[in-house]
């Protein structure tokens, strides 16, 4: 079993930027995938961001590429969302999630683990 606690979700005003963080434990992470996700109010659950097990791959939602930056230090057994230039339509709830052996696909069902999530929001 991994367990996975999200941190740093807020209120920002648009433009902004916050940094959040997935704290793993239970086993390493160093073997798992790692995703973000966002739901936003009445929306299905959309992909974000991910990363291969070690750091070397990454994959973007359109919606966020070139803002967002997705980290992981095995080490810690932590992952890391930089959030840049951030819009009103960010808002949403944030959850990290775990891939075992996975490639850091986009898909939900991809996923074995998840954490309870992390609101922000993004002020006009």
């Not at 973007?60 to 339509?89: C, H, W």
Request: glycine fraction near 12%; aromatic fraction near 12%.
């Amino acid at each position: 079993q991994v367990q996975l606690v999200e941190s740093g979700g807020g209120l920002v005003q648009a433009g902004g930027s916050l940094r959040l963080s997935c704290a793993a434990s239970g086993r390493t992470i160093s073997t798992y995938a790692m995703g973000w996700f966002r739901q936003a109010p009445g929306k299905e659950r959309e992909f974000v961001a991910a990363i291969n097990w070690n750091g070397i791959s990454t994959n973007y939602a359109d919606s966020v590429k070139g803002r967002f930056t997705i980290s992981r230090d095995n080490a810690k057994n932590m992952v890391y969302l930089q959030m840049n230039s951030l819009k009103p339509e960010d808002t949403a709830v944030y959850y990290c999630a775990a891939d075992y052996m996975g490639a850091g696909d986009s898909r939900r069902y991809y996923y074995d683990y998840w954490g309870q999530g992390t609101q922000v929001t993004v002020s006009s």
